[in-house]
């Protein structure tokens, strides 16, 4: 079945760092892939997504480019914020799976000025 | 635009008790989905309408939930009779285009049951 893996949190940078959020999946098919952040107190919110090979998405200074030949989509940002402190989960959406969304388990960002 | 809305935002309950929790989708979106998050693990899909129209329900637990969608407007999730393993963060997400993938989801409900 799909399935997303995701480093475990959380991660505590200070203002200025560089972030990288590593995210790997398993999937049959040619599925889309998806960051979704959670800001405290609040729902999921897309953050940046791709939907084919090589493809770069990208929002907020935050990168993640899919690698068919890794089977990873890692999240990337050169210079964190203390309003990027959420937690963010790497997603899949396969269309032989009804475009529902597989998660991984998320991962907590804490930044600090 | 309003965005996707859930109802409540925190329910606590006892176990063994009854609670239904309630999805406003974004006007328009016939897609709606369910998700939960059980203890800080992983976002987990429970089932997929499309408009009234059960089209995926795989990711139920059992058969002690639920879901309805009358009309396809807004849905209902009920536990009965809820159990302690049932405690999480159930979210309502809805989409316009179910081949683009991009769901929008709402603040999640959650649910605590004692």
């Known amino acids: 079945g799909n399935s997303v893996t995701q480093m475990e949190g959380p991660v505590t940078l200070s203002e200025e760092a560089f972030l990288t959020i590593n995210c790997t999946y398993t999937?049959?098919?040619?599925?889309?892939l998806f960051w979704y952040v959670q800001y405290p107190g609040e729902g999921l919110q897309l953050l940046l997504k791709?939907?084919?090979?090589?493809d770069k998405g990208s929002n907020k200074g935050f990168e993640a480019t899919y690698r068919k030949e890794t089977t990873s989509f890692h999240l990337e940002k050169g210079s964190v914020q203390v309003s990027d402190s959420a937690v963010y989960f790497c997603?899949?959406?396969?269309?032989?799976?009804?475009?529902?969304?597989?998660f991984g388990g998320g991962t907590r960002l804490m930044v600090k000025p | 635009e309003a965005g996707v809305t859930q109802f409540p935002s925190h329910s606590v309950i006892e176990k063994g008790q009854t609670v239904t929790l309630r999805c406003d989708p974004i006007?328009?979106?016939?897609?709606l989905y369910w998700y939960r998050r059980v203890m800080g693990k992983e976002i987990k899909f429970l089932l997929h309408?499309?408009?009234?129209?059960?089209?995926?329900e795989s990711g139920m637990p059992n058969n002690r939930f639920l879901a309805e969608r009358t009309g396809g407007t807004y849905s209902t999730l009920k536990v009965q009779p809820a159990e302690l393993e049932d405690s999480g963060v159930y979210f309502c997400?809805?989409?316009?285009?179910?081949?683009?993938?991009?769901?929008?989801f709402g603040p999640g409900t959650r649910l605590t049951v004692l």
């Open positions: 997400a809805s989409s316009q285009d179910r081949r683009r993938g991009e769901q929008f």
């Open positions: 999937a049959t098919g040619y599925p889309s």
């Open positions: 791709a939907t084919k090979a090589d």
């Open positions: 997603a899949l959406s396969a269309h032989n799976a009804g475009n529902m969304l597989t």
């Open positions: 006007s328009g979106h016939d897609n």
């Open positions: 309408f499309v408009k009234e129209s059960k089209q995926d």
